[in-house]
């Protein structure tokens, strides 16, 4: 909790009214107090999508009249618009890249939804044109600003359980997809559809906290090998596995993620030599964690288990928000906490992953 820091008033514009958009408005509009923030508080200052009845139903829905939100049945009146401090993206992920490109230029600052692009080479443009024209940019990897990843990332670097051995991380759902129609974004290969662009950020944000941050890892990049099998119904990738090893810490991610079948109860594992941290379902925003600890180095034998448990008032999407504002203020043009390697090596990894996969996007902007 900061107090001493005059309350900040940050004014979002936001790109699109789908569900994301609505589950992130719904958050920033909480009362900050009731997540312990005093010195940042959010508003809407405008919402843009294709759709003019759309924007003025999401504003209708969600947000109060006193707050006199701007309505725009296109994005760049958001992107134009002089009240608006940070332009948030909820498009699906083959338009992020032309929307945050719009609103950098525009002068905006921009939280981009996850995959921030659809490959490395577009983020990296992104990264050129924020710092041209000096504005923050960050993918919107709320899972990593949870309190709950705070306190797991914590644990592991306190070093109580250890070196890092191994992490085991699946983020799957059941789509339904024989019934989905085709144009729906999770199938549409336009709409960059498929497992990993959508749910791999989360099995490999978990992978960033337990080894690529780890401190003995030097922030060094892991050599990545994966594989695919794609649904025939649209050809893309319906279950992919990927492991990446990282050799300073002779430490492996096992991870993976499916549109075919639910989630699994305990999601991601996280072995030490000393312990293990359980995290259950939902991977995105678990609401506890476990550690094991070992009665002796690699025993495996748990002699003591301490699980601690999360309340969060709102969806989680909150936290990432108050990152994003409190950052602007300080004039820095990346998050220390999930800063552009990350979001570079997220993309990376992705790329490589598509490419041993045999899945190329019809259309990549870069
Ligand atoms: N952080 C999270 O927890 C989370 C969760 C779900 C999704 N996401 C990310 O958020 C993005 C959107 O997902 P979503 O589930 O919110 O999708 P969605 O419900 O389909 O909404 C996407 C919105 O994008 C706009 N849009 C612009 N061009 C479009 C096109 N050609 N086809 C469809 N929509 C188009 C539409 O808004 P207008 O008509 O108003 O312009 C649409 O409502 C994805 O990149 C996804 O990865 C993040």
Request: net charge negative.
């Given at each position: 909790?900061?107090?001493?820091?005059?309350?900040?008033?940050f004014?979002?514009g936001i790109?699109?009214?789908g569900?994301?958009s609505?589950?992130?408005?719904?958050?920033?509009l909480l009362?900050?107090?009731t997540r312990g923030v005093?010195?940042?508080?959010?508003?809407?200052?405008?919402?843009?999508?294709?759709n003019?009845?759309?924007?003025?139903?999401?504003?209708?829905k969600?947000?109060?009249?006193?707050?006199?939100?701007?309505?725009y049945?296109?994005?760049?009146?958001?992107y134009?618009?002089p009240d608006v401090d940070v332009?948030y993206?909820?498009?699906p992920h083959?338009?992020?890249?032309?929307?945050a490109?719009?609103?950098?230029?525009?002068?905006?600052?921009?939280?981009v939804e996850?995959?921030?692009?659809?490959n490395?080479?577009?983020?990296?443009s992104?990264?050129?044109?924020?710092a041209?024209?000096?504005?923050?940019?960050?993918?919107?990897?709320?899972t990593?600003?949870?309190?709950?990843?705070?306190?797991?990332?914590r644990v592991?670097?306190?070093?109580?359980?250890?070196?890092p051995?191994?992490?085991?991380?699946?983020?799957?759902?059941?789509?339904?997809?024989?019934?989905?129609?085709?144009?729906?974004r999770?199938?549409?290969?336009?709409?960059?559809?498929?497992a990993?662009?959508d749910l791999?950020?989360?099995?490999l944000v978990?992978?960033i906290?337990a080894?690529?941050?780890?401190p003995?890892?030097r922030?060094?990049k892991p050599?990545?090998?994966?594989?695919?099998?794609?649904t025939p119904?649209?050809?893309?990738?319906r279950?992919t596995?990927?492991t990446?090893?990282?050799p300073?810490?002779a430490a492996?991610?096992?991870?993976?993620c499916?549109?075919n079948v639910?989630?699994?109860?305990?999601?991601?594992?996280?072995?030490?030599?000393?312990?293990n941290?359980?995290?259950?379902?939902?991977?995105?925003?678990?609401?506890?964690?476990?550690?094991?600890?070992?009665?002796?180095?690699?025993s495996?034998?748990?002699?003591?288990?301490?699980?601690t448990?999360?309340e969060?008032?709102?969806?989680?999407?909150?936290?990432?928000?108050?990152?994003?504002?409190?950052c602007?203020?300080?004039?820095?043009p990346?998050?220390?906490?999930?800063g552009?390697d990350?979001?570079?090596?997220?993309?990376?990894i992705?790329?490589?992953?598509?490419h041993?996969?045999?899945?190329r996007?019809?259309?990549?902007a870069i």
């Amino acid at each position: 909790m900061t107090t001493q820091q005059p309350l900040l008033v940050f004014r979002w514009g936001i790109i699109s009214t789908g569900e994301i958009s609505k589950a992130f408005v719904k958050d920033i509009l909480l009362d900050p107090k009731t997540r312990g923030v005093q010195d940042v508080v959010h508003k809407v200052a405008a919402v843009g999508s294709r759709n003019i009845e759309s924007a003025i139903s999401f504003v209708g829905k969600l947000i109060d009249t006193d707050e006199r939100t701007k309505v725009y049945g296109n994005y760049s009146g958001v992107y134009n618009d002089p009240d608006v401090d940070v332009v948030y993206i909820g498009t699906p992920h083959t338009f992020h890249y032309q929307n945050a490109v719009d609103a950098i230029k525009a002068g905006k600052h921009v939280l981009v939804e996850k995959p921030a692009t659809t490959n490395a080479a577009e983020f990296r443009s992104l990264v050129d044109l924020a710092a041209k024209h000096g504005v923050f940019l960050m993918e919107a990897m709320w899972t990593r600003f949870q309190p709950i990843a705070l306190a797991v990332k914590r644990v592991i670097d306190e070093g109580r359980i250890g070196a890092p051995v191994l992490v085991h991380a699946d983020l799957s759902g059941d789509f339904d997809i024989e019934n989905l129609p085709l144009t729906h974004r999770i199938l549409d290969p336009n709409l960059g559809g498929g497992a990993i662009l959508d749910l791999g950020p989360y099995p490999l944000v978990w992978a960033i906290i337990a080894l690529y941050e780890h401190p003995a890892n030097r922030r060094l990049k892991p050599m990545v090998s994966s594989s695919m099998i794609k649904t025939p119904l649209t050809g893309v990738d319906r279950s992919t596995c990927f492991t990446l090893n990282f050799p300073e810490l002779a430490a492996q991610a096992q991870l993976s993620c499916n549109i075919n079948v639910p989630s699994q109860s305990i999601s991601a594992t996280l072995r030490f030599r000393n312990g293990n941290i359980l995290i259950p379902e939902p991977l995105y925003r678990p609401k506890s964690f476990t550690v094991q600890y070992f009665d002796r180095p690699s025993s495996g034998k748990v002699q003591r288990e301490e699980t601690t448990h999360f309340e969060v008032l709102g969806g989680g999407w909150h936290f990432q928000a108050d990152e994003v504002a409190r950052c602007v203020r300080d004039g820095k043009p990346e998050s220390s906490v999930w800063g552009h390697d990350k979001t570079l090596l997220e993309m990376e990894i992705f790329d490589e992953v598509r490419h041993q996969g045999g899945y190329r996007l019809p259309e990549e902007a870069i």
